[in-house]
């Protein structure tokens, strides 16, 4: 009963399988470790509320990896966590939440997750893609003098809590259109998600998926980016009249 709740609320290219074996619920995920391993949710009913952790295997992983989790790291663990509304607790990630709220939350987790598994590449050094940056620019130098361009943009209506956030949504005269940039694997199945979502709601308008052009993306990744992309991008620089046509309607 607990996972039939949860697996009616989830996207379908968010959960690769259902296992409630041996006492457990648990959902294998399409979010991944570093090492490629699935990440693996876990599910507990308080009575109303649910419960989902990763039972540890978040920090089993960077153990694996040699990372030494002091006092120091063990804070900037549970400060990645909060931005998420996730806590730490010993060697277990673990978030509540009201049955309603599962997309929005297993998302949240998993974001969470993947960010800790990554510990060891967040220094002051690390690359940082420059995209985002980009296409804000090139969107705020050739769209917005003609539309408005709303950055971080959710819906007021069905989404309240702002779970579901499009990168650059594009209003004014016309029809609204939607951008997105993927830096990551698991940013692409964030737009997935966020796309998903919003047709469920018969939100359904051009979107423009602008992907880094040297990210390791699987194919089912790519199917998955194109089946929620009216168009598809791989890199800016030679493709930047197509995302101004794009946003101005042309």
């Not at 297993?106 to 002051?124: D, G, W």
């Not at 995209?131 to 003098?145: D, G, Q």
Request: glycine residues 6%; aromatic residues 8%.
């Amino acid at each position: 009963m607990l996972m039939q709740t949860i697996k009616s609320r989830l996207c379908s290219d968010f959960v690769v399988e259902i296992d409630e074996s041996e006492g457990q619920s648990a959902a294998i995920t399409s979010f991944s470790y570093p090492d490629g391993d699935s990440v693996t949710l876990y599910f507990q009913d308080l009575d109303g509320m649910i419960a989902v952790s990763d039972e540890g295997a978040t920090v089993s992983f960077l153990k694996n990896q040699q990372v030494e989790l002091t006092p120091e790291r063990r804070e900037q663990i549970k400060v990645m966590c909060l931005q998420h509304g996730v806590s730490f607790q010993e060697s277990r990630l673990v978030k509540q939440f009201p049955p309603e709220d599962a997309s929005s939350a297993c998302l949240s987790f998993c974001e969470a997750v993947t960010r800790v598994s990554s510990i060891h590449y967040h220094s002051s050094s690390q690359f940082r893609s420059p995209l985002p940056i980009a296409v804000s620019k090139l969107l705020h130098v050739k769209v917005e003098p003609v539309r408005e361009v709303t950055r971080k943009w959710t819906d007021p209506q069905f989404d309240r809590k702002g779970s579901f956030p499009v990168d650059f949504h594009v209003n004014g005269i016309g029809e609204p259109r939607n951008i997105f940039y993927v830096t990551s694997a698991g940013k692409g199945l964030m737009v997935s998600a966020v796309v998903h979502f919003l047709r469920s709601h018969l939100i359904d308008v051009p979107t423009m998926t602008i992907v880094e052009s040297d990210i390791p993306l699987g194919n089912r990744a790519i199917d998955r980016l194109q089946l929620a992309s009216t168009e598809i991008r791989f890199g800016l620089e030679k493709h930047e009249d197509d995302v101004v046509k794009f946003a101005l309607g042309k």
